[in-house]
């Protein structure tokens, strides 16, 4: 009996408490659990069908079998829904990785993927304290890093999502080793700061850092 820790993560994004989320989860796919009769649920999760836990969990996968049929009557797939198909359908995984690209400089996130909000901010403020980003809050007054600043990187920016679901990736396996594992939480990696590094035969090395942005 495996669970399938993306399943179960994005089972939790959609709504679904925890411990339902880890019953549906195992030895299945989004897939497999959009196919599950009521009965099916209802046996699963050990609860009646009259129960609103059930209700709620039973429209929630509803939802997502509506919204997949809706999107095939586009040929147009987002990475995200990409991302998705990866995890329901496995055989789906290469694609075009632009960090191999020759052109493409070297991009990294400032600290771990997974990381409590105390260490990012400290590791942050070492990494941007030449710049003097530490600025007064106008509403405290207290000091505060100025993240915002920055120059700005799209979420949806292709090397963004290379890091991104190589961090997930790497997240989901460390949760399926050490089911204790906190995984990573739904955009996590907005707001995150991007350290480039780019070398020149001229100039050397250079290093500049960008803030990874949900919109403009």
Do not use: C
């Amino acid at each position: 009996m495996v669970v399938k820790s993306a399943t179960k993560k994005r089972l939790m994004e959609l709504g679904v408490s925890e411990e339902y989320a880890h019953k549906l989860a195992t030895d299945r796919n989004m897939t497999d659990i959009k196919n599950l009769s009521h009965d099916d649920v209802a046996s699963t999760l050990g609860i009646s069908k009259d129960a609103e836990e059930f209700i709620n969990t039973m429209q929630i996968i509803a939802e997502q079998g509506s919204r997949r049929r809706a999107a095939k009557k586009s040929t147009k797939i987002t990475i995200r829904a990409k991302a998705i198909d990866d995890f329901d359908r496995p055989e789906i995984t290469s694609r075009f990785n632009a960090l191999n690209h020759e052109l493409v400089p070297h991009q990294e996130l400032v600290g771990e993927a997974n990381i409590s909000p105390e260490d990012q901010l400290s590791i942050e403020m070492e990494a941007l304290a030449p710049w003097k980003m530490m600025q007064p809050d106008p509403e405290t007054g207290e000091d505060r890093l100025a993240k915002e600043l920055l120059p700005k990187v799209l979420i949806t920016d292709p090397v963004v999502q290379v890091i991104k679901e190589l961090a997930e990736a790497a997240d989901s396996a460390a949760h399926m080793a050490n089911p204790d594992h906190t995984p990573l939480a739904a955009g996590w990696i907005a707001d995150r700061v991007l350290k480039v590094v780019r070398q020149s035969p001229s100039a050397g090395q250079t290093v500049a850092y960008r803030l990874i942005v949900e919109g403009n």
